[in-house]
């Protein structure tokens, strides 16, 4: 089955043609990255013009990468929610437009799931497994029990771990985007130096409104020419790791289930990629996508609208949504 993904959530503009959910024919990327770099973030609708401007193109992109026609896809997909409201709509109203003229289903997609079944791609990995997803507006682990079967359980009751990168980015002083370069500046520093707290939160909690005090407590200590930024990246990566891998393992060892995964925006982090592959020491079965499907991209979009697609008795009647 080919199945062809729109992601347009955010400040991507993206389409792709993937087979039966794992084999990727082609995903074709438009990111706005340098045009929001002077804002030090994200206008939406700054956001939701450039996918007007990128949609089509990079759709006849995908087409051509794939050396595919669109009446030989079997079904046209995008991301419906949860994401900036006008960027989904470009997207949404792209496949919409393509399901009905070449007579084909329309498939709506959850962005969070999307991530999840990113780890799908060029793998053989099949649940049930715990997913540790960490995004700018999520960090949730999830038991992933089938395909289209899925519990919650942990979730943030504040700052999402890619939010609190970037604020403490900022602090930092780190441009825009905050959350890579700070990984980048974490690499050069000693995680020792300082030592930040851990929340104390529930067992199906996690907080990191806290850890961002503190790191801007010891920011204020310093004169802005003498901040020590690679030690404070460091130590502040360290924390978040910590805590994240902590929080997998209580439950991968409660629920007895011996593969993890990790997905989201920040499983690009190079911090918490090499923290999960050290669990391998531990007997345990790791996966994390490539790190071009980590970041929002059409394939994981096509990948769960095959493994995992919003159910609806009409899909074409399918809105946009902001949050989850």
Known sequence: MLIFG???SCDETSASVVRNGREVLSNII?????????????????????????????????????????????AF??????????????GLNAAKTLSVVHNKPFIGVNHLNAHVCANFIDTNLVPPFICLLVSGGHTQIIFVKNYDKQEILAQTTDDAVGEVYDKVARLCSIPYPGGILLDKSAQKGNPLVFNFPEAKVKEDEFSFSGLKTA????VKKFKPDELPIDDIASSFQKRVADTLI??????????????????????????????????????????APNLKYCTDNAAMVASCAYFNPIKSQNSLLLEVFSRD
């Open 246 to 287: 902590k929080k997998l393992i209580y439950f991968a060892k409660k629920l007895n289930v011996k593969t993890l995964a990790l997905a989201g925006g920040v499983a690009a982090n190079s911090e918490l990629r090499k923290r999960l592959e050290m669990l391998k020491e531990e007997g345990y079965q790791t996966y």
């Open 215 to 218: 790191v801007l407590r010891e």
């Open 30 to 74: 438009s990111s706005q990255i340098k045009i929001h770099e002077k804002f030090g973030g994200v206008v939406p609708e700054v956001a939701a013009r450039e996918h007007l401007n990128s949609i089509l193109p990079v759709i006849n992109e995908a087409f051509d990468k794939a050396s595919v026609k669109p009446d030989e896809i079997d």
């Open 6 to 8: 729109i992601e347009s």
């Open 77 to 90: 997909s995008s991301t419906v929610g949860p994401g900036l409201v006008g960027c989904l709509l470009v």
